[in-house]
T-cell receptor, first 115, second 113 residues
């Protein structure tokens, strides 16, 4: 079974530029998550989708971050304009559903460096 | 208010059993307890999950007392390759239904020869 796919794996941009990350979840998984992980910290949930609807985006900086999952399958996370403090790993994850006890599977992450 | 509390770091030697304890005093009735492992430059990897008593799989055991306010991840006979960060998570119920997982800072396990 294929895992969660993410691209690009690495990205370096200048501050105020924009960047987009793509994620393809495990086939059939209804729930998709984007986490931000800053070096030395645990992952922080940015946004959670159930099919193509947002169920939680309380920690997403909406002035610069946006995410969509238009057809309920793959997803894109965009940052515009980027700030230095956005340098982090962006992890996409998916699970079959979002009920308690469901296993969440993570991708390898997209590493962003803002200079 | 933190959902879980676990030691920041632990050291061990190859061949030893390692037990990492996590406290989750405010765990809700329908919460599960899940442990993830993360190596540098990789996404977190699911290790084990349980609701109560004991769960065992091919890599670890999870012990959960009756009050469920804590849990212990047990790694039998660790090797150098078990050096990683280990996260203990319990769920947060979403207002509109469903569940989400919030990570803490994790426990950095270092295994030496």
């Amino acid at each position: 079974e294929a895992g969660v796919a993410q691209s690009p794996r690495y990205k370096i941009i200048e501050k105020r530029q924009s960047v987009a990350f793509w994620c393809n979840p495990i086939s059939g998984h209804a729930t998709l998550y984007w986490y931000q992980q800053i070096l030395g910290q645990g992952p922080k949930l940015l946004i959670q989708f159930q099919n193509n609807g947002v169920v939680d985006d309380s920690q997403l900086p909406k002035d610069r971050f946006s995410a969509e999952r238009l057809k309920g399958v793959d997803s894109t996370l965009k940052i515009q304009p980027a700030k230095l403090e956005d340098s982090a790993v962006y992890l996409c994850a998916s699970s079959a559903t979002m009920t308690a006890g469901n296993t969440i599977y993570f991708g390898e992450g997209s590493w962003l460096t803002v200079v | 208010l933190a959902k879980t509390t676990q030691p920041i770091s632990m050291d061990s030697y190859e061949g030893q059993e390692v037990n990492i304890t996590c406290s989750h005093n405010n765990i809700a009735t329908n919460d599960y307890i899940t442990w993830y492992q993360q190596f540098p430059s990789q996404g977190p990897r699911f290790i084990i999950q349980g609701y109560k008593t004991k769960v065992t799989n091919e890599v670890a055991s999870l012990f959960i007392p009756a009050d469920r306010k804590s849990s212990t991840l047990s790694l039998p006979r660790v090797s150098l390759s078990d050096t990683a960060v280990y996260y203990c998570l319990v769920g947060d119920v979403l207002t509109g239904g469903g569940n989400k997982l919030t990570f803490g800072t994790g426990t950095q396990l270092k295994v030496e020869l």
